[in-house]
């Protein structure tokens, strides 16, 4: 699944070692801290980052900041930053930067696990003072809001029990909600499609479409707009298939002209040691060409190196 494991024969000191080897003196060796980074895992560089400080006296993060620069760097300074944490500079970077990143919040708050959830919620009140939640409700309006207020709750049904009568009511509901009426009850869509368990909710379209006479995201798709309709989209997608959810925001940071670095980057970065490997396969299934391809024509540089490792291998 993951196409970044770690080593087992491991020194955090020779890695601290080589680092700094690295970025001393004049010049920096970009491909010795793309091939030191991207063997170990998450875990592995916090030893190191820890161990640099200890037998070297400076701060790894701070030199990395200092030697490297653009694209390059936000992929090494992501690749050096605990999980969590990372989800949690994202998150805040997409609330408080210049504007609002919605794609970045709904991808994020629509994919993780209720305690990947739980623990961003925890750890973005310790960094910022504020919780997550005060953030979304002064960052964003309306019926949107309230879809990430929900899933920031990461109160989704774990179970696997499937109600049966409970997903024809649900699927009723939901037909009743969008499609049989004028206008939309839109607090029915997020009630159900944020806190019914996965399994159930799979059962629930299967109902929907056998009800409606289409897909439930097609009924998304013509009962709303904007950041809501992305938002329940996501939702929907992450429950069918997360890798090919992860593979379509891939390509859409890639396709066209130009490319949204900060998608592209948070994908790669935050899945690499989950599932790149189902992600590489549901892109080419998708696409008729390989993740591997699509990095390669749209990048460059170390930037594209770095990437490339996450990659992992050709399709």
């Given at each position: 699944m993951a196409t970044v494991k770690g080593v087992s024969a491991f020194s955090a000191e020779?890695?601290?070692?080589?680092?700094?080897?690295a970025m001393k003196g004049l010049g920096t060796d970009e491909d010795a801290i793309i091939e030191s980074l991207t063997k170990l895992n998450v875990s592995q560089r916090q030893q190191v980052l820890i161990t640099y400080k200890s037998t070297i006296g400076r701060d790894l993060i701070d030199d990395l900041k200092?030697?490297?620069?653009?694209?390059?760097?936000?992929?090494?300074?992501?690749?050096?930053?605990?999980?969590?944490?990372?989800?949690?500079?994202?998150?805040?970077?997409?609330?408080?930067?210049?504007?609002?990143?919605?794609?970045?919040l709904i991808e994020i708050l629509a994919s993780r696990t209720n305690e990947e959830i739980r623990h961003i919620n925890q750890n973005y009140k310790l960094q910022y003072g504020s919780t997550l939640e005060d953030d979304i409700v002064s960052d964003t309006s309306s019926m949107f809001r309230r879809v990430l207020?929900?899933?920031?709750?990461?109160?989704?049904?774990?179970?696997?029990?499937?109600?049966?009568?409970?997903?024809?009511?649900?699927?009723?509901?939901?037909?009743?909600?969008?499609?049989?009426?004028?206008?939309?009850?839109?607090?029915?869509?997020?009630s159900i499609l944020c806190t019914r368990n996965r399994c159930h909710l799979l059962r629930v379209f299967d109902v929907y479409r056998a009800i409606?006479?289409?897909?439930?995201?097609?009924?998304?798709?013509?009962?709303?707009?904007?950041?809501?309709?992305?938002?329940?989209?996501?939702?929907?997608?992450?429950l069918r298939n997360k890798p090919a959810y992860f593979a379509e925001r891939l390509y859409k940071s890639m396709k066209g002209l130009g490319t949204d670095d900060s998608t592209l980057i948070r994908v790669m970065v935050s899945r690499a040691e989950i599932d790149m490997l189902h992600i590489r396969r549901e892109f080419l299934a998708m696409y008729g060409k390989s993740l591997h391809s699509f990095i390669k024509?749209?990048?460059?540089?170390?930037?594209?190196?770095?990437?490339?490792?996450?990659?992992?291998?050709?399709?």
């Open positions: 020779q890695e601290a070692q080589a680092l700094r080897k200092s030697e490297l620069s653009g694209n390059f760097e936000r992929v090494i300074i992501g690749l050096m930053t605990p999980t969590t944490m990372y989800d949690v500079h994202e998150l805040r970077r997409a609330l408080k930067g210049a504007g609002t990143d919605e794609g970045c207020v929900s899933l920031s709750t990461g109160n989704r049904d774990e179970g696997t029990f499937v109600d049966e009568a409970l997903a024809q009511q649900d699927a009723q509901c939901l037909y009743e909600a969008g499609e049989k009426r004028w206008g939309t009850d839109e607090v029915q869509f997020m409606a006479n289409k897909d439930i995201t097609d009924s998304i798709k013509s009962e709303m707009s904007g950041d809501l309709e992305d938002a329940l989209l996501a939702v929907v997608k992450c024509g749209d990048c460059s540089g170390d930037y594209r190196k770095v990437l490339l490792r996450l990659c992992g291998g050709e399709d």
